[in-house]
């Protein structure tokens, strides 16, 4: 399996110049505004350059001053460079954005690396300099943009009455789940269809949570067949039931059961408060599922459960604090525990700020 191993960053937002290590699950726990939903966001930046919108994304943030480390004036550029590997080679990018006097961001210098482990040799090429937008897709080896390409962070907090997952979608919007759950009842469908072990796995999972949820009833619309909307059936019952009788808690954890047990995961799965609105015993169910994709795939995790991180081991866990005006990523072990663990789990420490990353 293809991983990211390592990810460094610099002057992007609250982020000075920091260096990940990262392994197949990461839960970062940390204050409101310590930087963990940061840490989060580089990836979306990141697709925004891989899909030659970083005019389009800088404008949407607010500009160059928005982007860099306290604005132009203390930082005129910033980095970010990732590293890839599959055990027996390695692939690196590195891209060198830099702030304009019109409050843009252009792209300084694009670069990519690789390294055979097995015959030591070492490539490192250029890919673009001073250009508006990425020039990635002009690189023969597509496995670097297709790794970057693959990367989303999935967002199920929108459960309002206009919420997309509770709309119709198009039947064959069915080869991934969307970043916001939009095309759901396709890519149940798909999954019901064509891959109906997957699908009774999800169910069972979605009933330890609501006992009262029997089956998804998924089939296109009688009046448009193009189209398809999320049904279900509760117990005992043969009313007719959408995704907006469904509880927000209740929806946001279909969606996380969605995107965890799926069959083909994405090569990273990003998500940034996944707790919201679960009730604990949810929480509890969805660090099990957290695990287990962690076996399949890479997870990163931004999080302020106590319930939550009070499932996982020291070495999956990073604690976030704003120190000397800057976000500060640090790597708990068990010698940090040394002593506690006996007694408190993770969370309870966190709590008791025995591992920092409070407000």
Known sequence: MRTLETLTIRNFKSI????LKLGPLNIFIGGNGSGKSNLIEVFRFLRAIVDEKLAEYTAMKGGADSLLYFGRRQSPDMSIEVMFSDG??????????????????????????????????KWKQPIASATRESRLKNLEDERIRRDLESYRVYHFHDTSDVAAMKGTSDVDDNRFLRPQAENLAAFLY?????????MANIRDTIRQIAPFFDEFRLEPLRLNPSKIRLEWKEKGSDMYFNASSLSDGTLRFICLATLLLQPDLPPLILLDEPELGLHPAAVTLLA????????????????????????????????????????????????????????????????????????
């Open 288 to 359: 099990s599922l957290l695990s287990s994709a962690s076996t399949r795939t890479q997870v990163l995790v931004a999080t302020q459960s106590v319930t939550l991180v009070n499932q996982f081991e020291p070495e999956q866990v990073w604690a976030v604090d704003r120190e000397d005006r800057q976000s500060v990523f640090r790597h708990l072990s068990r010698a940090d525990m040394s002593g506690w663990l006996d007694d408190y789990a993770l969370g309870e420490l966190w709590e008791k700020n025995v591992l920092g990353a409070r407000p």
């Open 88 to 121: 027996e080679t390695t692939d690196g990018y590195l891209v060198h954005l830099l702030g304009t006097s019109d409050d843009d961001v252009f792209i300084g210098s694009e670069t990519a690396s690789g390294n055979d482990e097995e015959s030591f040799f």
């Open 190 to 198: 798909w999954l019901q269809e064509m891959r109906p072990e997957h």
């Open 16 to 19: 000075r110049e920091q260096t």
